[in-house]
């Protein structure tokens, strides 16, 4: 008993001389925290788009694949601290383009940290949740070039986009640039990031042709199945567990309100976008695809993402849903351009970002249709004629499309000289 109360004495003796945390102090470390779990959960998106691209696409590119998604993170993360993030909100800013130096120097001293971002979180957690967002502009592209294109200028061609091109457009909005100032709302990116990623997807596409045996001289289409359903169902459901960083730490602190809203129309639209593909899927093609639903709940996730935190969970339902047979329909719809895209990368992020950004202004009041369709058309134009002089200028002076003998042999064993599946023989002949 009488060492019960020396403790009891130690321990207020030490709270009396431990300084007084202030309300402040609290809540910045509160914020600070769930931006930093917001930022974790962004990067291991990245294992989703690796596993769902893999497995949609055939075994022997797997390798390619899967070295594709990793390099494209690091490429994303470091050249966002080069120069990226200086580009993306910078100091002097004519509201189209503007730089702020290189690298990532913090403000100096505690003061410094504190005053970033309103006091919410510091510079370094703003950084690093940032640069996760750019290096996912790029893993779009990933998907639809895949089993056709040489490594090294999809690795140059991701390198300057994610280094220059993305952090320019995305400074028309989240810098504060001209296309803000006009009223144009992306919440958390179906234009910024997702659109973005996919315009280039497209002109990718179209550049590099369809992969050999894929459609046939008659006009016929031939199906090339993904090697691994299983692989790319985790990636789906992996993509959707990030997805909850990436819209719940874009309210940019850890107001509990704003994040369960977010949360609950992230949650809503995925899920009502799985049921639009499902329905949409069985009566086009009379029976129920997987990866039509798989893709299905990230169109779902793609359309609410421009509007999670001012549309209503009843609402995010039909943007979800309709997200959903929007989705299916345009992958027929490309296929029928000739359009070869292995993974459904352009219906999903191109498409369902567009509509998703479209959404805001028809279910919110304080936004414009007429503007958002504005800023829709111009990161279109931008991200159009970026992509397709820097997919041409490569492929003028390195070419981008792997032999036809490389292409039939699989990807793994002409660009690496390695297999996915040691052992079992993997390619087949178109």
């Not at 703003?126 to 639809?144: E, K, R």
């Not at 779902?300 to 309709?322: K, Q």
């Not at 992020?349 to 950004?357: A, E, K, P, Q, S």
């Amino acid at each position: 008993m009488r060492f019960l109360f020396i403790l009891l004495f130690l321990n207020s003796t030490l709270l009396a001389d431990t300084p007084q945390i202030s309300v402040e102090q609290t809540l910045f470390t509160i914020n600070n925290t769930w931006m930093l779990i917001a930022a974790f959960l962004v990067f291991i998106m990245h294992l989703g788009f690796a596993t769902l691209e893999s497995g949609l696409t055939r075994a022997k590119n797997s390798v390619n694949i899967l070295f594709k998604n990793v390099s494209i993170v690091a490429i994303g993360i470091l050249t966002y601290a080069i120069c990226g993030f200086n580009l993306m909100y910078p100091g002097e800013f004519n509201g189209f383009i503007g730089f702020s130096g290189l690298g990532i120097d913090a403000p100096i001293g505690e003061e410094g940290l504190l005053n970033h971002a309103n006091g919410a979180y510091s510079y370094f957690t703003d950084f690093i949740f940032q640069a996760m967002f750019a290096a996912t502009a790029a893993t779009i592209v990933s998907g639809a070039v895949a089993e056709r294109i040489k490594l090294g200028s999809f690795l140059l061609f991701s390198t300057i986009y994610v280094a220059l091109i993305y952090p320019i457009a995305g400074s028309w909005k989240w810098g504060g640039g001209w296309l803000d100032t006009m009223g144009f709302y992306d919440f958390a990116g179906s234009t910024l990031v997702h659109s973005v990623g996919g315009w280039a997807a497209l002109v990718g596409a179209i550049i590099l042709g369809p992969r050999i045996g894929k459609y046939g001289k008659n006009g016929s289409i031939k199906p090339i199945m993904g090697h691994n359903m299983p692989l790319a169902t985790i990636g789906v459901f992996l993509l959707w567990f990030g997805w909850y960083g990436f819209n719940g730490g874009s309210v940019l602190s850890a107001d509990p309100g704003l994040v369960s809203l977010v949360v609950v129309t992230t949650t809503l639209s995925g899920a009502a976008g799985v049921i639009g593909a499902m329905i949409t899927s069985w009566i086009v093609s009379r029976k129920p695809d997987l990866s039509m639903i798989l893709n299905g709940s990230l169109a779902g996730l793609v359309s609410i993402t421009a509007g999670a935190d001012i549309i209503s969970p009843i609402n995010a339902i039909f943007v979800g849903f309709l997200g959903g047979i929007l989705v299916v329909l345009a992958v027929i719809q490309f296929d029928k351009l000739r359009i070869d895209d292995p993974v459904g990368a352009i219906s999903v992020h191109l498409v369902c970002g567009i509509w998703g950004t479209l959404a805001v202004g028809i279910f919110s009041k304080e936004y414009l249709v007429s503007t958002q369709l504005i800023g829709i058309l111009a990161y279109g134009a931008f991200c159009l004629i970026s992509a397709s002089l820097m997919f041409y200028t490569i492929k003028m002076i390195f070419g981008i499309r792997v032999s036809e003998e490389e292409e039939i042999l699989g990807l793994d064993i002409g660009e690496h000289e390695m297999e996915s599946y040691s052992g079992f023989q993997i390619f087949t002949i178109e």
